[in-house]
């Protein structure tokens, strides 16, 4: 759901990186005290109004175009922003969970396109990753850009293969690899699909508002088992667990309408999944809610506005940036009631300092009742 929205707050980063030859966001990390730490060089994010996006060409996205895989893996370069989105939940052999989240993006600036340099910032290479750690209570987050170019930052075509600088996620024969080594942490996974990826909307085509236009191309691959190392304070932890991909992509902007969106993806115990979104009105309420229930060893069903409905719950207020978020949520999805509990509150990733983003990205679980029927992510911005 990300990357249409991101593209705005974007806009100060693509002009940075596009008038510069390198510039990387390093780590950073928020404590139970709330203190954000960032490495020298760090960029603050510029006050006032935001320039215009630079135009196209870029290509739209229209109904009736079949997903070929693993092709449609790839890069898609004539689209104006890609994500490549991975959460999920961590065991190590002490019992301890914890959630992970690690994002790539590629974005088209819409500078150079004419350019034959190889050094022309056509495209940008942007990620996130980021360790909630209920233990003690401290999500670890770190962000980087570059401009595409290899062999520091780039995106392939035909198969995922997505990379900036040490940070990497590319699809093999019998799954993804991803690596990312950030001054806090690291993480070195082997992700494997246990079937074909799910196709979300109407074959692939996922509408975000009212008007067909705003849409995304858009699969899910739930249920990604997860096995390798996450190295904590200087300590190396085989892991393993669940997890779940989302990749997308777009030229659409954000609905001037519409002032922010909450998304989940949830592995259900049963074998099922569930992927949910509302694009929240500017006048309050949902401009539009969709979604996708797999239910165990069955079809993908798509969800239509009237069987997603979101009721916001108990409030967080984070210490640093002053937003407030409904950390639990009531959902209404296809006829059954269930909740949504964080594993922690604080899982605000402040991006102030490189993105200019803040958002609310955490390890969830799902409820009937009492049961835990699911576990996964929830993403939460414009708040």
């Known amino acids: 759901m990300r990357g249409i929205g991101y593209l705005r707050a974007l806009m100060a980063l693509i002009l940075m990186v596009a008038l510069f030859p390198a510039w990387t966001a390093r780590a950073g990390v928020t404590d139970a005290a709330g203190e954000v730490t960032a490495a020298p060089g760090d960029v603050a994010h510029a006050s006032g109004d935001m320039p215009e996006l630079p135009g196209g060409p870029f290509a739209p996205v229209v109904p009736d175009r079949h997903l070929v895989f693993p092709d449609d893996t790839g890069a898609h370069p004539d689209f104006r922003i890609e994500w490549w989105y991975i959460t999920g939940w961590l065991g190590d052999a002490d019992g301890i969970e914890r959630g992970f989240q690690l994002t790539f993006f590629r974005v088209g600036t819409g500078i150079g396109a004419d350019n034959p340099s190889r050094f022309a910032p056509r495209h940008l290479i942007l990620a996130h990753a980021a360790i909630a750690d209920p233990a003690s209570g401290r999500l670890r987050h770190a962000e980087a850009a570059e401009r595409a170019l290899a062999p520091l930052a780039g995106a392939a075509t035909g198969r995922t293969q997505v990379w900036l600088r040490d940070w990497e996620l590319r699809l093999e024969e019998e799954g993804y690899q991803a690596r990312v080594a950030t001054p806090d942490?690291?993480?070195?996974?082997?992700?494997?699909?246990?079937?074909?990826?799910?196709?979300?909307g109407r074959g692939g085509f996922s509408q975000k508002t009212p008007e067909p236009a705003a849409a995304s191309y858009y699969y899910s691959r739930p249920h990604l088992a997860v096995t390798g190392q996450l190295r904590l304070d200087g300590v190396d932890r085989p892991v393993s667990g669940r997890a779940w991909l989302?990749?997308?992509?777009?030229?659409?902007?954000?609905?001037?309408?519409?002032t922010g969106w909450d998304w989940i993806g949830i592995n259900l115990h049963d074998g099922g999944s569930l992927m949910a979104f509302q694009m929240r009105h500017r006048e309050g309420g949902a401009l539009w809610t969709a979604g996708t229930l797999v239910a165990p060893g069955g079809q993908p069903r798509a969800l239509v506005p009237g069987e997603v409905r979101f009721r916001p719950g108990r409030l967080w207020r984070s210490p640093r940036t002053g937003k407030t978020y409904p950390v639990t949520w009531e959902l209404a999805i296809a006829g059954e009631n269930w909740r949504l509990q964080p594993v922690m509150d604080d899982q605000e990733l402040d991006g102030r300092r490189s993105t200019g983003v803040v958002y609310w990205e955490g390890a969830v679980r799902l409820l009937a009742g009492e049961r835990e029927i699911g576990r996964g992510y929830l993403e939460m911005t414009g708040y």
Do not use: Q, Y
Request: aromatic share 6%; glycine share 4%; charged share 20%.
């Open 185 to 200: 942490f690291t993480l070195d996974l082997r992700l494997v699909p246990p079937g074909p990826p799910v196709l979300n």
């Open 246 to 258: 989302d990749h997308e992509w777009s030229s659409e902007l954000l609905s001037p309408e519409a």
